[in-house]
């Protein structure tokens, strides 16, 4: 299982990036994935996650902010991610779970003030 993200780079506070995490190895279109992120000095935290199905859920602190999608024609998920803020700088993770958890390198988001 390999999980590749890409996206990230620095932004204004306000501003927008779009993440992307291309999975192959497992069967994507019944995989459940989820993003977290990992501030400096901070514990990793779950942002969000969408089902095979499509059902999408969130972390409070970024509901209404960001938006997790998939393709599964591309064996890939998406975070959107609007009105940034500098309390989103973290390194975020795409993950999936089958039998044990798997996860990418990470992809670096920096949100200047």
């Known amino acids: 299982v390999q999980l590749v993200e890409s996206g990230g780079g620095l932004v204004q506070a306000g501003g927008s990036l779009r993440l992307s995490c291309v999975a192959s190895g497992i069967d994507f279109s019944l995989s459940m994935m989820d993003w977290y992120r990992q501030a400096p000095g901070k514990q990793r935290e779950w942002v969000a996650r969408?089902?095979?199905?499509?059902?999408?859920k969130y972390a409070e602190s970024v509901k209404g902010r960001f938006t997790i999608s998939r393709d599964n024609a591309k064996n890939t998920v998406y975070l959107q991610m609007n009105s940034l803020k500098p309390d989103d700088t973290a390194v975020y993770y795409c993950n999936t779970y089958f039998r044990v958890h798997y996860w990418g390198q990470g992809t670096q988001v920096t949100v200047s003030s």
């Open positions: 969408i089902t095979s199905g499509g059902i999408t």
